[in-house]
């Protein structure tokens, strides 16, 4: 299994793309949080595949079932409970179609990790649709996200993100200081008919999506994450900080190439003078003027929202013909991939990186439980 980074919330995701199954296993959640079922499959509905014209045209409906950790909540007919056992959940594939691999168990596909696999395996990967190397693993990451989500807004932390670019097209920030995010922006790209925060510019995406599709290529791009609510003082320096763990898992998500927080690499073109975010009073409490650090400073929250970017590759699958070669005869040779497959995963990826970042901020609250907010319910 492969295991979500987490020192305190252990998650492991199993299966492959064409596998029977594919689901998750949480280990030590916490006893008593209640799940709203509406919720989560609203936030699964997102990532799910088949129901957009942009994306793959597989068909899956992704309602986790859940096998153990829970209970009915006695106060609502559609919520469960953590009952502090490991929670195990999973989502049966009904629409694959392993043929349109055959040709992959011999000649890998340029930019995937075929090759890569076929070397650490031994030959004996699963290749069909990726096996596990899938952004089908990504389901049960929003299954354990989700509920991760919603401990935490159920805390006053809240999540969101969206697409800030695809090829050449940007979308607008959150916030162009950073400091000014509220709820409602949050969540205004989840509520729209595409994850931007300007609807002019998700439909010139949807059009340079569609594009690809019909010239058989592909389009990478960025996507922007926030965090409200979090207070300061969470994290730790060096290698245990804020930025590494939320790092680590979001390189956990396939095709994430780059993650950066706050100005990023913007900084190296900046002064001191101009990058230092000034410190002031507002309502009585410690804050500041701007936000070029992301919300961290030494790896530790400094009450200021979280943001960062991650950098997401094109999908490697693309129906040209590609060079590359035979594992079995050692000769180059030309590959044509067969498969259904997103000319952009940014849409369906916005989703998994607020889900990441829910398990990673759990994980991080529970080591450090005395800036966890008293319920809000």
Do not use: W
Request: net charge neutral; with cysteine.
């Amino acid at each position: 299994m492969s295991s979500i980074f987490g020192k305190n919330l252990k998650i492991a995701v199993f299966g492959q793309s064409h596998s029977r199954a594919i689901g998750c296993v949480i280990d030590t959640l916490p006893a008593g949080i209640k799940i709203d079922i509406s919720r989560l499959n609203a936030f699964m509905a997102r990532r799910a595949p088949g129901n957009k014209s942009y994306s793959t045209s597989r068909k899956e409906a992704d309602l986790p079932e859940f096998l153990s950790g829970v209970l009915p909540a006695k106060d609502d007919p559609n919520a469960l409970v953590t009952c502090g056992a490991p929670l195990c959940a999973v989502i049966f594939n009904s629409d694959a179609r392993s043929a349109d691999y055959s040709d992959i168990f011999d000649i890998p596909r340029p930019g995937h990790a075929d090759f890569t696999a076929n070397v650490a395996y031994g030959s004996f990967q699963d290749v069909r649709g990726g096996g596990h190397f899938s952004g089908r693993l990504t389901a049960p990451v929003c299954i354990a996200g989700g509920i991760c989500k919603q401990y935490l807004e159920d805390r006053g932390i809240f999540i969101g993100a969206h697409i800030s670019r695809i090829g050449d097209l940007i979308d607008c920030p959150f916030d162009v200081d950073g400091v000014e995010i509220d709820r409602a922006r949050l969540e205004a790209a989840a509520k729209g008919p595409f994850p931007t925060l300007d609807e002019d510019c998700g439909k010139k995406m949807i059009s340079l999506i569609e594009s690809c599709r019909a010239n058989k290529d592909s389009v990478g791009g960025c996507i922007e994450c926030a965090v409200i609510g979090l207070e300061a003082g969470v994290g730790a320096p060096m290698c245990d900080g804020l930025e590494n763990r939320l790092s680590a898992s979001l390189f956990a998500i396939p095709a994430v190439k780059g993650v950066e927080f706050g100005k990023g690499f913007e900084v190296c073109g900046l002064y001191g003078s101009q990058n230092n975010d000034p410190y002031c009073i507002k309502d009585g409490k410690i804050t500041a003027k701007t936000n070029n650090a992301g919300g961290i400073l030494g790896g530790i929250s400094n009450g200021m929202p979280i943001i960062f970017k991650c950098a997401f590759k094109p999908t490697p699958t693309i129906m040209q013909p590609q060079q590359s070669v035979s594992l079995s005869q050692k000769k180059e040779t030309t590959l044509l991939p067969k498969g259904r497959h997103d000319p952009c995963i940014l849409p369906r990826a916005v989703p998994v990186v607020e889900a990441v970042t829910a398990i990673t901020l759990t994980d991080m609250l529970l080591e450090f439980p005395k800036h966890i907010p008293h319920e809000t319910m």
